[in-house]
């Protein structure tokens, strides 16, 4: 069984019934629109010069700047001002290429559609693509976001993260009156939660693309496939391709514990990376993670922290949100072996 027959087989077999609830979303006033970022060199306190979009009605306004840097972004709304977007800091430097995973298949997938730009135009298609990543937690989903970031923002694009439907409509349409131009990655992380909380033709309809907004991915993530349904995960254009996030394979597993462990620490605690290769099979990066967090920095016997973390593993708690192991993810494709 492949990873999409067992995606398939996991919505097929899925019996919750999923009831969706709408928040109220605050009003959005898209007439203004504030970048709220500390840039070199501009003093962004203070009031001293005017704004107007109409040329009659003049508003008093800080220092401007004219696009927003690259980099990620959350979408806010202010009841005087408007919608404004605020820049979250990000660390892209040191992110390790996986080799052996799904990983590098959703950047390659991506990079070639921001070269292909010219084609959409060519055949009239909409220049968007909408990217699922799906897995159990720690599985690295989140390690290949960040290696997504990192190459939107070397192509000068931004990165929004996706939140109440209406307020993301109102400001994507904003942002492309400014500029038409700029490369979008919308990240709807936990988009099973999202669909729970606004009405799921709403985000549907942004997956469509009714508004239109192009030169955009669509990059989505989460731990439970079962929860979307075949509306979301069987329709391309929605979600144009679906990849399996599973935990890391042994030539993975050596090359993070190579870039946490320096020489020097692996030659003073006498480290055997062979063995510490061996021990983590099956385990994702947060177990790795807490591995090296538990036996370097905090001096815990390697047995004892390696078994307890084995355990986790093992023994994943019964419970609705720690279903894993009932759909099938902790033991990955039917045949397949982590050295194939």
């Given amino acids: 069984m492949n990873e999409h027959e067992e995606l398939n087989k996991i919505l097929n077999t899925a019996t919750k019934k999923r009831r969706y609830t709408r928040r109220d979303e ?47 972004y959350d979408i806010q709304v202010d009841q005087m001002k ?38 959409f135009a060519k055949h009239g298609l909409n220049y968007k693509r909408g990217i699922i990543l799906w897995g159990p937690p720690g599985s690295g989903k989140s390690c290949t976001i960040q ?41 709807m992380e936990d988009i099973d939660s999202t669909i729970e909380v ?27 496939p079962e929860r979307l349904g075949q509306r979301i995960l069987n329709r391309p254009s929605r979600f144009d391709k679906r990849f399996k996030m599973g935990h890391p394979k042994k030539a993975s597993r050596r090359l993070y514990f190579q870039h946490i462990l320096d020489e020097e620490t692996i030659k003073e605690y006498k480290i055997d990376l062979d063995i510490w290769v061996g021990d983590t099979d099956k385990m994702s990066i947060a177990h790795l993670k807490e591995l090296f967090v538990s036996v370097i920095i905090l001096g815990n016997d390697y047995q004892e922290a390696v078994g307890t973390l084995r355990s986790m593993v093992e023994d994943q708690p019964d419970s609705k949100f720690d279903v894993d192991k009932a759909f099938g993810f902790a033991h990955g494709r039917e045949g397949f072996d982590e050295d194939d």
């Fill in 26 to 72: 605050q009003p959005v006033m898209p007439h203004h629109l504030t970048v709220v970022e500390q840039v070199e060199g501009v003093d962004t306190n203070g009031l001293c010069q005017y704004t107007s979009s109409d040329g009659i009605r003049y508003f008093p306004a800080g220092s401007t700047v004219p696009l927003l840097n690259p980099g990620v």
């Fill in 82 to 119: 408007g919608i404004y977007f605020e820049k979250i800091p990000v660390k892209t430097d040191g992110l390790i290429h996986f080799p052996e995973t799904n990983s590098e298949l959703v950047i390659e997938e991506i990079e070639k559609f921001w070269d292909r730009e010219d084609a």
């Fill in 147 to 187: 290696l997504i970031v990192q190459d939107v923002i070397k192509r000068g694009g931004v990165v929004f993260k996706f939140s109440a439907p209406g307020l993301y409509t109102e400001a994507i349409r904003i942002f492309r009156e400014v500029q038409p131009g700029t490369p979008i990655v919308c990240l």
């Fill in 198 to 224: 606004y009405n799921e033709s709403e985000v549907l309809n942004i997956l469509d693309g009714v508004d239109q907004i192009e030169k955009v991915v669509y990059l989505a993530t989460t731990n439970y």
